[in-house]
Every structure is written in structure tokens, then in C-alpha cells.
T-cell receptor
Framework: NAGVTQTPKFQVLKTGQSMTLQCAQD?????MSWYRQDPGMGLRLIHY???????DQGEVPNGYNVSRSTTEDFPLRLLSAAPSQTSVYFC???????????FGNGTRLTVT | GDSVTQMEGPVTLSEEAFLTINCTYT??????LFWYVQYPGEGLQLLLK?????DKGSNKGFEATYRKETTSFHLEKGSVQVSDSAVYFC????????????FGAGTRLTVKP
């Protein structure tokens, strides 16, 4: 039972580069989301999805895009990386919008 | 806006010591409250929750009571173990959905043998 799988675990980008953080879950969860974790600030919601084909913005969406073409996958795209996007990124999913969240192990991103 | 405030860490305890991690909240309505735990190298996982005032959540020896009068949800454990070393996050949601969840900054606990 893999749960929520995030790749890569670590990534270093130069300012202006683009990349996609991958997230996949095998629990048939409808709800998926992306958070960033910064020191002293807890987790902040970037984007979320309540089902395939449906996405919406969270608290800090600027500079990020998402899509949800399948139930299993919810990739996060950085369009033009900036040093302010240096952070640890977590993908999470839940059976329904009010069910407990299941988190991946995170991606540590550094933008130089 | 709605938020939670946790005691700053890090917290270092000896094995079998008593643990308290303070959490207070600010909310316009009646939130559900959660404690999540993040073990080294892993993602967060739900530890316990309480959905209404005076509810007590418990799991793995940890407890927290939803105190509406003091807007608090402090995490306690009577005797910590080395395996409890982790980062603990307090969180709330007003029930709209997980997209509404607000997390505290986290408190790092280290338990020494």
C-alpha cells in the first residue's frame, strides 16, 4: 500500500527554470492538495482538487499551476522558479473533503 | 482570520517525562481541532482530533481536550518515549472542508534516553 507518493525528494533549480512536482495516490481519494512548509509558518495551502477535472486556489497560489486529469495524479507546476519558492512541498489526499488527510513524504526544493 | 498558535520549540525531554505542547486558536465559528505528527523523513499523519467543545481526542497515549472557554487544545502525554520524537502540528478547520484547514507552525519534540 503505497499511499501518497511524491517525486522527486530533492530538487535544485535556478531562478527562471520551470519544473513539475509529481504526486500520485493509490487510495482512490477524491480530494487532493498541495501545501508548502516554511520555517515558523506551518503548512500553507497552494492548490486543491475535489475530483478529476476540478481544481481551485488555496492561500498561496501565485507562481504555481495544477491540473487533475485523473483521480490518482495531481502534479504541481512551477512556471518560473523564484528564490521565494524555496520550501518543502507536501501533497495530501483524503477520501472526502472532511476526511483525515494523508500526506506524502515531501519534496525539498531549493531555488538559487 | 482563523488561525492556531503553538508553543515554540524545540522541546527536549527525557524518556518517561510528562509532555505538554500548548495550542490556542482563533476562529469566527466553531472549529474542529486536530493534532498531526510528522516523524523524521515522513509526511504528516493525523494523531487525534476533536470536533466540539469538551471533546477529548486520544491516540497512542496522547490526549487533547477541546476547551472553548480558553480556546485551547493542548497536547499531553504522561510518559514520552524516544519514538515520540517528531514535529507536532496543531490545526483547525471550520468544517467547510480540508481546503479550509489552518496549521500551526509546528513544535519539534526530541526525547532523549
Amino acid at each position: 500500500n503505497a499511499g501518497v507518493t511524491q517525486t522527486p525528494k530533492f530538487q535544485v533549480l535556478k531562478t527562471g527554470q520551470s519544473m513539475t512536482l509529481q504526486c500520485a495516490q493509490d487510495m482512490n481519494h477524491e480530494y487532493m492538495s498541495w501545501y508548502r512548509q516554511d520555517p515558523g509558518m506551518g503548512l500553507r495551502l497552494i492548490h486543491y482538487s475535489v475530483g478529476a477535472g476540478i481544481t481551485d486556489q488555496g492561500e498561496v497560489p501565485n507562481g504555481y499551476n495544477v491540473s487533475r486529469s485523473t483521480t490518482e495524479d495531481f502534479p504541481l507546476r512551477l512556471l518560473s522558479a523564484a528564490p521565494s519558492q524555496t520550501s518543502v512541498y507536501f501533497c495530501a489526499s483524503s477520501y472526502g473533503a472532511l476526511s483525515p488527510l494523508h500526506f506524502g513524504n515531501g519534496t525539498r526544493l531549493t531555488v538559487t | 482570520g482563523d488561525s492556531v498558535t503553538q508553543m515554540e520549540g524545540p522541546v527536549t525531554l527525557s524518556e518517561e517525562a510528562f509532555l505538554t505542547i500548548n495550542c490556542t486558536y482563533t476562529a469566527t465559528g466553531y472549529p474542529s481541532l486536530f493534532w498531526y505528527v510528522q516523524y523524521p523523513g515522513e509526511g504528516l499523519q493525523l494523531l487525534l482530533k476533536a470536533t466540539k467543545a469538551d471533546d477529548k481526542g486520544s491516540n497512542k497515549g496522547f490526549e487533547a481536550t477541546y476547551r472553548k472557554e480558553t480556546t485551547s487544545f493542548h497536547l499531553e502525554k504522561g510518559s514520552v518515549q524516544v519514538s515520540d520524537s517528531a514535529v507536532y502540528f496543531c490545526a483547525l478547520t471550520l468544517g467547510v472542508g480540508n481546503n479550509d484547514m489552518r496549521f500551526g507552525a509546528g513544535t519539534r519534540l526530541t526525547v532523549k534516553p
